[in-house]
């Protein structure tokens, strides 16, 4: 039997915590040693999730207490909210500077500390980790993970927006100008926090936009977009919510340029993503349904032709609370330990 | 007392046609005389619609077997495939000639007979009697439907993109080559056929695009935009489904012109809604909520900046059974009988 | 144009204050005069519930600064929380001594003070308002009703249960020991508070019991079905939550006594709502749905045969927020007003 | 590497046969190497289930053309309607005598034929296979299944009612007199065919019971308690549909005898599956969710305290799809087959 590696999840009782334990708990490299919650240390996971009655899980524990030497992790996950993973994170690697961490809050994900400042309202406690830090978009930046410590695991909303845009913007297939994202989201996008506007009643048979115009994913996006087009590429980006637990689509409207057809933008994200276990390209003309990557760690990729000439129709279908975040970051961790990329993330989607 | 008028109801077992009943029993002025459904006649509404049991309503029956001349209506609602509907509005007019209808299909919406037979595949009918057909969207076209003996009642998605757009289109204030209507319909817009795609197991904890680059109410779109904008205008159009039972959301992406900025956008809208009971504009910035107009005859909107400048992000939305199909059908009946236009319609929507 | 009568909501900011609003906006008899929302005084009821954006309604105040006097209202309803009920209560009839108010909270349901103590942990805070106030089942207590100041609205699942029963029990029909009440409701009925296991996430898709062996609405049901037997009566009840916004439906399991067949106990039901305008009993084998009484003032009741001899199935359903709770509490109001019963609710359910 | 066990399912276009590939496909001990589907025969399964796009597997085949014994295969899951399930196997068995077979519908169940009559409304058309089937609930009948070759898989109803009450019924510890199990199941239970009353918009917001007094799940239930009783025992069971996709609870209504408590009825569940790896029974006084067996083959099962002395509310949950159908047929398929019976079905919960 192989050693298993020691794993520790920080955060543990909201949906991107319950999220990791739940896939952890089936792969077969590694064991959970440490779950930490901060308001629910003392319970049992059992208490805050029922599906995890069956299983023996460490005692939930509150971060403060813990001794980072003593507790001989190989890695560790960060499901903390934005600010709070800046402190943890600055205080463990003081601990035990050479720990490996996917972070998957929005902490790490900007360079630059001027647009961390502008869309989070404040000053990062930890700028001087940054450089240090990955962006964790596996099919992109694959070889720098590998090397990594510190991976900034990215935004549900983004992985939906960057998987089918990034390879039209670097083979400049489309109008940088022109590109607008409807994006559609359940409602675990939104966390586990008690807040009136996510009540069952306020949300089921009803439909709705928000944040229009000033989401916090907007920052990540240029980011990873002007990266990749070698210019400042500012798209409009609209989230909705949509009245079901798991699942991001995102309607992406696009001009093509230089004389690229549809059919054009359809072969370039099918050569980019031929040999991707975990990004699936229909044939032209065919568009996915979130729920059939429910649960599993895939994205699904269509492209139409739009009725007007020149202009296409691309949509994206992910699990946001899979690889739009804690299936992502099984993928980061095992380029970090180095096992094979797919390892423990093979279940395929849960339909109905 | 006043006298009531007597109604019929073509199509009562279908979701359109049960929302008809629903807003004529509560109706001061009318009485329902007349229920057809073909494949359910001799039943009762309540075997059909569970909802109807206290109500004594009459026995469904089957178009063929009614004598116009006999049962003495003053107004038909024509709740029919489409098609079958051009026939029976034929064979009504030929021994009824003088009698009012308001047509809920796609039969009688658009003029140009040969856009018909482009998008529904087959020739038109009743050519000759199409342009006695008035297009029913009543906050448009009041003057002439208050004058008419034929009202084509709009489809809903098309309804809750015209009502936004127009006053804009008329007004010369947007780009009208880069207009994206993302639109997202509940499942009655779907009708109450039994179809594999629209079971619950199919459609819950799940969302997707169809008809993506070709839905039929694009042809809608066009005539009407065009129609405004004195030049052909084609948009950009995407249907979704949401799982929920009512409601349509839209949203539009558009580009101010001439200066035009999106708080000059929301002015226009304003202005032309002012004095419209079943058109309500939120104040700038504010975006509408489905579930807001549920059960209702309300269309909202609401009107944001988008971080691009001159571009903005038009909300709208309405419940497709009643603002977008039986509310207004009634609406255009209240005209055609000379009933203030608001009878019978002022229910609050139905939150939570 | 007769005058209206004024009226004040104290608890608007609920589901049962903004079903009140609903029913009340649409009442010919009275106009809103009083809003209150402790902690969101200083709003506007638009910016509580979006479907009022179109409607002028008084802005929501708090309760401590009312002069109660003043206010001249003809009629309040209280959408308070259990013991801060009985103190405003308290506190504005000692203003105005003749105030009608109808309560929904469960603060003067149980005449039997100890009763109160046991089941909500503290002493009743005004004990000597108790016998002033009448249970307002308005099918059971009418005339009580109309003759009294205070009402004590009943529970949801105390009125899907009683209205089934209370007939059987009063016709001795049914075995008094063998009473199970299994019972499912849908989320608004526990309220608008943020609550982590209320979140859509933790709601949709799935189901569960709650309170099993221990819930408040037993000392309800005690007491009614005590007074109607004529000896304690203790029934089995176990609510459940179903992902769905409105609607109770109980299934009701009972042994016919002295030869009594479900066919009897049809006949009893029939015969006891054969003049009820809000309580329909079905034909013999029939069982209704909740979907049938969404927004509607209607209880469906049906019975059916158990394939065990001398047993039978009753099933009831009513809308939570209306029967439920905001339109009995109307229905209430029209009695304690004078108007006819069904002033306000003729409202067809809202299907689909 | 292990030679893989070549697997056929028949009727792979319904919910049980996709739920059977989903699971097959994680297996690490089988291929999938014949998937059938009459009406969709030379479809492929990525036509029929959208989630299956990334993987290869067998195009659809009609059963008519099969050479069964040029198959080679070691197993078969029988996924077909009743009655069609006799004559395929009955045939099947002509050609490959020594065929496993696990059978998902209700053809084999009933080992009393005059009862199969009664309840399917026709004579068996193989009532010679009948004693040759092994009902193939695991948790009772594991000894038996390993030496089976033709198993019955239980129904979903009849697994969550048997699962709690069966070591009840054996230790003579509950009244059989007076058994009550009211069931909620989800809609996936009712399968993919397209039926009206099946729709989303039909199903969706509302809830209500079907089949009351007469549900065929009621002859296996039969069956099985009488036999576990030695005596006959007919129990109460009325099921209800719940809008959500996956899951079944029933809420079972049970009597103590000989003095037994709800505390010695937790005592004796607890003992029964001490050692069961798919059934979990909670700490006494909680119950399930349905939610929190999600896609995984747990039943769980809590016990609590009614308020009546004597008597005790029993909860069962399961997955209709997974160990209501298709992952009890894999784990029958790993006891006839030799492998470890937990085999493929470790999978935790899907929750949210």
Chains 1, 2, 3, 4 share one sequence.
Not at 9 to 29: I, K
Not at 55 to 83: R, S, Y
Not at 332 to 348: F, I
Request: aromatic fraction near 8%; charge should be neutral; glycine fraction near 8%.
């Amino acid at each position: 039997m192989t050693t298993k590696a020691k794993i520790g999840v920080l955060g543990a009782s909201g949906y991107t915590g319950s999220e990791l334990v739940r896939l952890l708990l089936n792969h077969p490299r590694v064991e959970i040693t440490l779950l930490t919650a901060d308001r629910k240390a003392g319970q049992n996971m059992r208490d805050v999730f029922g599906q995890f009655a069956p299983f023996n899980l460490p005692q939930l524990v509150a971060i403060d207490g813990i001794d980072w030497k003593a507790a001989g992790l190989d890695l560790i996950f960060c499901a903390l909210p934005h600010a709070t993973t800046q402190k943890v994170i600055k205080a463990l690697l003081a601990d035990v500077p050479a720990m490996k961490i996917v972070d998957l809050s929005a902490d790490f994900r900007l360079t630059d500390a001027a647009a961390y400042a502008k869309w989070y309202g404040h000053e990062h406690h930890a700028p001087e980790l940054q450089p240090r830090a990955v962006y964790g978009l596996v099919e992109v930046y694959r070889d720098k993970i590998k090397q990594a410590q510190l991976v900034a695991n990215p935004g549900c909303y983004t992985s939906c927006a960057q998987l089918p845009l990034l390879p039209l913007i670097r083979a400049k297939a489309i109008d940088l100008d022109e590109i607008v994202v409807d994006a559609k989201s359940g409602m675990t996008g939104a966390g586990r926090s008690a807040k009136e506007e996510m009540l069952f009643s306020e949300v089921s048979e009803g439909f709705h936009a928000y944040g229009v115009g000033k989401h916090r994913h907007m920052a990540e996006l240029d980011q990873e977009f002007s990266k990749a087009a070698g210019r400042d590429v500012t798209v409009t980006f609209t989230p909705h919510l949509v009245p079901m637990n798991r699942g991001i689509l995102s309607t992406i409207y696009v001009r093509g340029v230089s004389g690229k057809t549809p059919e054009d933008l359809h072969a370039i994200l099918s050569d980019a993503y031929a040999n991707e276990q975990f990004v699936h390209v229909l044939p032209f003309g065919q568009t996915p349904q979130t729920r059939h990557v429910r649960g599993s760690n895939m994205t699904f990729i269509g492209v139409a032709k739009d009725r007007i000439p020149g202009r296409a129709i691309v949509i994206s279908v992910l699990d946001n609370l899979v690889k739009g975040a804690s299936g992502q970051a099984v993928q980061n961790m095992n380029l970090l330990l180095g096992y094979p990329e797919a390892t423990g993330l093979e279940q395929v989607a849960l339909f109905p």
